[in-house]
């Protein structure tokens, strides 16, 4: 059965880095996601990436990269000059058809979710 992992997040100071990771397994994904969701706050997108290439949300745009490594079907997310508001719970998602989107009721996969914790 089809599974995503994340791994990665954890306490940084602001201005740090961090790289989360989602190892995928059970089926072939079309395209990934990386949402966030902070207390009290709704999910939100981050990035998403497919055969075209990453799209980012305008609040991490420059900051974060993400990235895909066919050969262990693991995605990234590559986040540099972290904030504290980019303090949330991060969560992969996947989808076996279409291309990229940002809208998470179009993903049907979940990972369990990681989170980061960026101090002032």
């Known amino acids: 059965q089809a599974q995503l992992v994340e791994s990665g997040g954890g306490l940084v100071q602001a201005g740090g880095s961090l790289r989360l990771s989602c190892a995928a397994s059970?089926?072939?994904?079309?395209?990934y996601a990386w949402f966030r969701q902070a207390p009290g706050k709704e999910r939100e997108f981050v990035a998403t990436?497919?055969?075209?290439?990453?799209y980012y949300a305008d609040s991490v745009k420059g900051r974060f990269t993400i990235s895909k490594d066919n050969a262990k079907n693991t995605v990234y997310l590559q986040m540099n000059s972290l904030k504290p508001e980019d303090t949330a719970v991060y969560y992969c998602?996947?989808?076996?058809?279409?291309?990229?989107?940002?809208?998470?009721?179009?993903?049907?996969?979940w990972g369990q979710g990681t989170q980061v914790t960026v101090s002032s």
């Open positions: 990436i497919d055969w075209t290439g990453g």
């Open positions: 998602a996947s989808r076996v058809f279409g291309s990229h989107t940002s809208r998470a009721d179009e993903y049907s996969y």
């Open positions: 059970g089926r072939v994904f079309s395209s």
